[in-house]
């Protein structure tokens, strides 16, 4: 990271959630050309963010947006698997187990190279349909974390408008939708891959809403006279 990505509104931020515990003090910001946008990694124990895509979608977000995606992206490390990013890279590994096997060798029976595509297209399907579901999963036990902590430090009543301004900004800097073949239609778990903007924000005021009546309710319980 350049001294001009440390002296960015993002790292400032960044280092304010460290400060106050709400993000983990051994995480990393790391700017990476490779992600598309900005993602929490457990395997690597950072959050990568693509710094055109930063300077597009995020740049004129308010300081409580930020804050938002951020701890997000601290949820999806916190509570996300770090094998669930090799998932993807199943059916590559079982193509290299078997590349090298006899069987598989120019002029060998056809009925093992069949019974090699049997048993990838499977791994494919099940590797890839895994990923998709826990993805959807993790969605919102990520909004839910960083709903949390923006509620509890603060003092945020509804994290929910912060999410809805948060993805439809997002969804409106988008281009236009890939379009959709075959195999994608196949693994995908959902409608979309990505739960929708009103689940999550409906969802994220929910447990804000349960959360006011409990604290409501605590508030208003007296002790019985003995």
């Known amino acids: 990271m350049t001294w001009a990505d440390r002296g960015s509104r993002l790292y400032r931020i960044f280092r304010e959630l460290q ?10 910001l790391v700017r990476c050309t490779f992600t598309p946008s900005i993602r929490g990694c457990p395997a690597l124990n950072c959050i990568r963010y693509r710094r055109s895509f930063y300077e597009k979608n995020l740049s004129g977000a308010s300081n409580d ?5 951020l701890l997000h992206e601290e949820g999806h490390v916190r509570k996300g698997s ?10 590559v590994l079982v193509c290299l187990m078997f590349l090298g096997h006899p069987s598989l060798q120019a002029g060998s029976l056809p009925v093992a190279k069949l019974a090699f595509i049997a048993l990838l297209l499977p791994t494919v399907f099940f590797a890839y349909r895994t990923y998709y579901c ?9 909004d839910r974390y960083a709903a949390d902590a923006m509620r509890r430090c603060y003092r945020i009543r509804d994290p929910g408008a912060l999410l809805q301004n948060l993805l439809s900004g997002l969804t409106s800097g988008a281009s236009a939708p890939p379009r959709r073949g075959t195999i994608s239609v196949l693994f995908r778990s959902e409608p979309d891959y990505r739960p929708s903007i009103s689940e999550r924000v409906q969802r994220v005021r929910d447990r804000a809403g349960r959360g006011d009546r409990s604290q409501t309710a605590h508030r208003t319980e007296r002790p019985l006279s003995r």
């Open 19 to 28: 400060e106050k515990g709400l993000i983990d003090r051994r995480r990393r």
């Open 65 to 69: 947006t930020l804050r938002f995606m």
């Open 82 to 91: 770090p094998l669930l990013s090799a998932l993807p890279a199943l059916p």
């Open 134 to 142: 826990r993805m959807y999963d993790e969605e919102f036990t990520a």
